[in-house]
């Protein structure tokens, strides 16, 4: 394995790429085998994105998903990671009541999970006053502007924002404040690749991709997406490396047809007993 694959991501070091240029490649996780090769892979963060609610847990939003699921998978992924960063992603309503619940719920991805940081989505002005709170807490956090999928049914629908100039001076702000608050990175998804690189130009800390263009520090996308793993509707930014829905199911169909035919299981996946010992069971019959 080459040596830098073998060097624990920390937030400085993800600091440290921005400063040199160097990509920041990152990418979701739910389970312990993804979590395993993504990790081998040498990619340096792994999100525990709430998208988990909609890729793996049959959710038709993000919004249904609850501390517990994100805790119960952000601990499995925490376990298999060894050298990558991973962020726990909070749930709808875990950081909207108050100060106190929102630092409680955030330290249980830390304390429970394993998680390095978390990431909320938002940059309102109770948001930010959250984010102060949970870095004073030694909570570090990533941030989400632009396309917000907890804001679903504010938004009304899932499409870029940012076309419109006050949309893109809104989003430039959230960047701006989220970086004043403290938080060590922020995702952009789903904005025009011009405003992304504004963005990333104008913050000091590193901005994460999706669906926001090349020129953002880092990139990241839903694991499922990228392995063709989820049956449905992929948006324009998704590129698929691969069909494992077509790949998966055609091995299932063939297991079912090998079951029905009696190609499986045939001698070489069956044991054998000892001559003498089927010869002693067959007389007892
Ligand atoms: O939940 C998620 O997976 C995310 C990524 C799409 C950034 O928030």
Redesign the pocket.
Known sequence: MPKEFTQKITIPGLQAKKEKKEKIVAL?AYDFPVAQIVDECGLDVI?V???LGMVVLGYEN?IPVTMEEMIHHTRIVARAAKRALVVG?MPYFSFHLSEEETVYNASRFLKEAGAAAV?IEGASKKRLKLVEALIEAEIPVMG?VGLT?QSIHRLGEFRVRGKKVHEAEKIISDALNLEKAGVFSV?L?CIPLELARIITEKLKVPTIG?GAGPHCDGQ?L?FHDLVGLSNGYLPKFVKKYTDLYKIINQAVKDYREDIMTGNFPDDRYSYHLKSEVLQEISRKK
């Open positions: 979701t999100l994105g709430d998208s993000t992603d990431k989400h999928p995702i998804e999706i990241i839903v």
